[in-house]
């Protein structure tokens, strides 16, 4: 079940080039209205593309003179709002996706009971909508999701509403169910891309900045947002003497070897960042945000995490003039 | 309620008594004693008969038409949408006398429709098909307008679930959008029923006064206002008690 998506929607000023293959999970991140929801209304067919082809497992489910209808492309969203049918039961539900799909009515009964079963659903199979918590009414309709059975499932930050201990709960659940399942996930949440995602796309202005491999993405960042999403410093400079070198000549050691005047990328935690007696590199402080037990110091363009010994010892604070220094052994450089 | 300024009881009571007084006034008029014999004569009885089973027809014609016309005019999007809407709705505020005229020039027999029926072997005007056309073109707005409002409140959130869960458009409307809005159908419902039951104009114009065919209870009440002041005042009494219990029921279905 790969998806295939080749499109341009010019009232968005979005252009996509984009592939997920059979039983991979693609997660989609960027900032907002970089044309995330456009990338998931083309796919379910909440909107057609100007130009261009959407296929799904070699069927053409929107193109120049084609278009399949959102219900006969077993697409299926789970967005943050479980929009459970509120006059029906949970099992009724469940049932829901199956009866349409022509199931009849006692086998929809038994797979949406064992669907219920599978997500510790059962006790509340009876229950109106109304009468379920926001994490039960989340399940019962991952349930319903699946009951669907989709070629693609579609999650539109499905964990976004749910507070953490549930969310987590619930990650761990769709982590099961998406290991052989064609997916794409929108998020803003690191955990979700690492935990449920075979692979990462970055959107930025309508276009695809990045795609690739989750983890080598994450760790190898090529964008501002790519960085600051895996929760990164990411720099770029060229390689001079041991060091990269920044635009403004700030230098910063790192490993090497590199041919001298290679532009890289140079990328490191916020926590390897120190406090440097002398020298180092010259920043001012823009702001201070608790992290954790350390406190996370932004500056132009990079983030440290301090302790908060630190922070009122050297009287820091938004306008603060500031040297830091980073471990040459903690930076990762790679092409730019 | 505390934050409600005490004035506004005042011009309310005024209100309500406005309304009440005038039927505690018309029942107070009622001679209990012949009331029984007045209900049961036989002019009442089949304008009774006549005006609930026309009502009625009228009620189901409205949701048979009415719910796909409500339907299309929340959901459809289309040029000339919002003249559509007006259009529709403008039974509402025309004079029903003007709906009458405009009935008779369509079905009566020199009509624009009526003419060709005419030669068929069906005419309409001045039968119980009128009475129900008239009753129904004045009573469809009511249903529409409240059934549209609903539709439009309820979102097409469920709809695009529905459909992404693999449903197709049939089984969309007849299993998530028009359960959703239910009480806006069976509240819509009554109104209609409740608004063809007290019609007089158009019906009168249009299917005339014929006892047992198109007599009606209001064209009846109107009648035996001339001949008859206490007949006419114990069906009015009757019409208010009909008209009572239709709300009543309606309100409870609909809350429940």
């Known amino acids: 079940m790969s998806l295939q998506l080749r499109a341009r929607v010019p009232e968005r000023g979005v252009e996509l080039d984009l592939a997920v293959a059979d039983g991979q999970t693609l997660a989609l991140i960027g900032p907002n209205g970089a044309g995330k929801s456009t990338v998931l209304s083309l796919v379910s067919g909440a909107l057609r593309p100007g130009t261009g082809r959407v296929e799904l497992d070699g069927q053409l489910l929107a193109g120049e003179h084609s278009w399949t209808p959102p219900h006969q492309r077993r697409v299926t969203t789970l967005s943050q709002d479980p929009v459970l049918f509120p006059h029906l039961t949970a099992r009724r539900n469940v049932m829901y996706p199956l009866r349409s799909q022509g199931v009849p009515r006692a086998r929809s009964r038994d797979e949406a009971e064992q669907w219920l079963a599978e997500l510790g659903l059962m006790e509340l199979a009876e229950r109106r909508p109304a009468q379920l918590s926001g994490g039960q009414a989340q399940r019962v309709a991952i349930a319903r999701a699946l009951a669907a059975d989709p070629r693609l499932l579609l999650l539109d930050e499905p964990m976004a509403a749910l507070d953490i201990d549930v969310a987590s709960a619930l990650r761990a659940q769709l982590r099961r169910f998406l290991t052989d399942r064609t997916a794409i996930i929108v998020t803003h949440d690191v955990l979700d891309a690492l935990t449920l995602a075979d692979c990462l796309a970055v959107l930025e202005d309508g276009r695809i900045i990045e795609q690739g491999p989750t983890q080598e993405l994450l760790s190898t960042p090529r964008s501002a947002f790519t960085a600051r999403f895996a929760g990164l410093n990411l720099l770029t400079g060229r390689w001079q003497d041991g060091a990269v070198v920044l635009a403004d000549g700030t230098r910063l050691p790192a490993t090497g070897p590199h041919p001298p005047g290679r532009r890289l990328h140079a990328a490191f935690r916020p926590s390897a960042v120190r406090l440097a007696p002398v020298g180092g590199i010259r920043r001012t402080v823009t702001g201070l945000l608790p992290h954790g037990d350390l406190v996370r110091v932004r500056t132009e363009d990079l983030a440290a995490d301090l302790s908060p010994q630190e922070i009122a010892e050297h009287r820091l604070e938004p306008g603060s003039p500031v040297l830091l220094a980073v471990p040459r052994g903690s930076v990762t450089t790679y092409e730019a | ?256």
């Not at chain 2, 009502?55 to 719910?67: D, F, I, M, Q, R």
């Not at chain 2, 005419?118 to 009511?142: K, N, R, Y």
């Not at chain 2, 089984?171 to 069976?186: C, F, H, I, K, N």
């Open chain 2, 1 to 256: 309620m505390s934050t409600l300024p005490r004035w506004v009881l005042l011009p309310a009571l005024l209100g309500a008594l406005f309304v009440l007084l005038p039927l505690t006034a018309m029942a107070s008029r009622v001679r209990w004693a012949n009331v029984g014999a007045l209900l049961t004569s036989e002019a009442s009885l089949s304008a009774l008969r006549l005006s609930v089973q026309t009502s009625a027809t009228s009620a189901l014609a409205c949701v048979l038409v009415g719910v796909p016309m409500s339907v299309l005019l929340a959901r459809a999007e289309f040029r000339g949408l919002s003249l559509l809407r007006s259009l529709v709705l403008l039974p509402l505020v025309l004079p029903p006398v003007v709906g009458g005229i405009a009935l008779l020039y369509t079905f009566g027999r020199q009509g624009l429709l009526g003419r060709h029926l005419e030669v068929l072997g069906l005419e309409i005007a001045f039968s119980t098909t009128a009475v129900v056309l008239a009753q129904t073109f004045v009573a469809l707005p009511f249903l529409v307008i409240s059934l549209e409002g609903a539709l439009r409140t309820a979102g097409t959130r469920y709809e695009v679930t529905a459909a992404s869960l693999g449903a197709g458009p049939s089984r969309v409307l007849l299993g998530v959008t028009l359960p959703l809005v239910l009480p806006s159908l069976l509240s819509g419902t009554v109104l209609a029923f409740a608004r063809a039951l007290g019609e007089f104009g158009a019906t009168i114009t249009f299917a005339g006064s014929l006892q047992g065919t198109t007599r009606t209870l209001p064209l009846e009440i109107y009648l035996q206002r001339e001949s008859d002041p206490e007949a006419a005042v114990a069906l009015s009494f009757l019409l208010m008690i009909v008209a009572v219990v239709v709300i009543a029921v309606a309100r409870r279905r609909v809350s429940a």
